[in-house]
């Protein structure tokens, strides 16, 4: 049976929503989340199972009204939150709670554990944070890719050329220096990150190396839920020797 963080969803029977599963990919903005999703749905829609993804910014009731607030670099962390809130709630109602009674696989590309931690970073409580986002369901499993900063960083100039205004922390000017924000905001998070795998139960993944090291391991903890058997490699065995020709002394005697 399924459950909240808190809040009971109004006219929602658990009872309807046990077929599907809710599978949430955590991490900060270059750890590899978008890539992950993208190997695992196609592996999970190989393996027979329907998959329907999500993510931050994506209802269409509010995605597009996020990003003009966001525009003008003066969106405070409370509305910021708020306008968050209520775009996860409708795409709670219109995607995540239909697809799991239809018996499909929701994959998130994040959840309500990133917007919670950006609320923190921005001045919130997490008793705040935890009653704001207490309508959402407890996901069956929730991976959190791991990735030092620097890899971050790296990661972010390589895709866009530049670090984002908001991704960099600068509304909360901790730095003039956008690269020295971004640092000291990834470390607020990660110790948000940090409190909440603990809280939640996360599935930690090393996110510092190749995306097939990270599919491996993440392949390895969503495989129970469905049955599946993830095959070992079989360590490589050097080739048996084979016999050459026996070489005979020479009988001639030396001179």
Known sequence: MRRTYGTRLPGISPD?????????????????????VEQLREWLEIEGHPVVDTGLRRSSLL???????KQGHTLGGTTMALFYAAD????????ILPSLAAGSTVL????????MARAVARGASREWAGRLYGFALVPDLTIFLEARADILLH?????????????????????????????????????????????YGFARVDANRTADAVHRDVKRLVAPLYGIR???AEPRRAPPLRAGPVKR???????
């Not at 309807?16 to 992950?36: N, P």
């Not at 995605?63 to 607030?69: G, K, L, M, V, Y």
């Not at 998130?108 to 917007?115: C, E, K, W």
């Open 16 to 36: 309807h929503l046990g077929r599907g599963h809710l599978i949430v990919i955590e991490g900060a903005d270059g750890s590899g989340r978008t890539t992950e």
């Open 63 to 69: 995605s597009q009204e996020i990003d003009r607030a």
């Open 88 to 95: 996860f709630a409708d795409q709670l109602e219109n995607k």
């Open 108 to 115: 998130a590309d994040r959840y309500i554990y990133t917007l």
């Open 155 to 199: 990661r972010a100039i390589a895709k866009y050329g530049s670090l984002d205004y908001w991704e960099s922390g600068m509304d909360l000017c901790l730095s003039r220096d956008r690269f020295e924000s971004f640092y000291l905001y990834q470390e607020k998070l990660r110790r948000e990150f940090e409190w909440m795998a603990k809280e």
């Open 230 to 232: 993830i095959r070992t």
């Open 249 to 255: 002394a020479s009988s001639a005697a030396p001179a």
